[in-house]
């Protein structure tokens, strides 16, 4: 997505955030964002779900040891540091 949106900041200092970029994103009431600051960029994105509370919630359907779940998360981790 390479649009432009303009977003107008309230007396609260509150934004909406656009519709399609709510939906492209799949942001909801409740999600959290990260806002990150880059020389003089700012950079919003969607917070990543814990990724620990993710394989638990799978843990109910697809049976894995806590110890099980930590190993998958360190090797996770590991993979997503090469990118």
Do not use: A, C, N, Y
């Amino acid at each position: 997505m390479k649009e432009k949106f303009e977003l107008v900041i309230t007396s609260k200092g509150q934004t909406t955030i656009p519709k399609k970029v709510r939906e492209t994103f799949k942001i909801k009431p409740g999600s959290k964002l990260l806002l990150k600051i880059e020389d003089k960029k700012m950079i919003l994105k969607p917070k990543p779900e814990d990724p620990l509370k993710t394989l638990l919630k799978m843990r109910e359907r697809i049976k894995f040891s806590e110890k099980e779940i930590r190993k998958m998360i360190k090797e996770s981790k590991r993979e997503w540091s090469k990118l």
